[in-house]
């Protein structure tokens, strides 16, 4: 069992950067890839960014490379994603999911434990 808990959201210009992090509990988080998410309003949830177990490994959506981070440090248990050249359309809640299948993916019904999010809003 995994529990997450994100944190770093908040308002910001557009241009601007967040960092947000996600706290894991569970003695094996270096074993789970780990995902970030996000829902505007009226949209489905949609992927983000992931990276694999060791760190070494990560993919992004076409809409935020280049601007956006993941990182982890598996000794603090924690999921980063550095958010700069924010715009107005990154606009939504972003969620931390970890995921229990080691082949690389980007569905989100491929993750198995998620948080409560934390919302991200960019104003023009």
């Known amino acids: 069992q995994v529990q997450l808990v994100e944190s770093g959201g908040g308002l910001v210009q557009a241009g601007g950067s967040l960092r947000l992090t996600c706290a894991a509990s569970?003695?094996?988080?270096?074993?789970?890839?780990m995902g970030w998410f996000r829902q505007a309003p009226g949209k489905e949830r949609e992927f983000v960014a992931r990276?694999?177990?060791?760190?070494?490994?990560?993919d992004y959506a076409d809409s935020v490379e280049g601007r956006f981070t993941i990182s982890r440090d598996n000794a603090k248990n924690l999921v980063y994603l550095q958010m700069n050249s924010l715009e107005p359309e990154d606009t939504a809640v972003y969620y931390c999911?970890?995921?229990?299948?080691?082949?690389?993916?980007?569905?989100?019904?491929?993750?198995?434990?998620w948080g409560q999010g934390t919302q991200v809003t960019v104003s023009s």
């Open positions: 990276v694999s177990g060791s760190g070494g490994d990560t």
């Open positions: 569970g003695r094996t988080f270096s074993a789970y890839p």
């Open positions: 999911a970890a995921s229990t299948k080691y082949y690389r993916t980007s569905a989100a019904r491929d993750y198995d434990y």
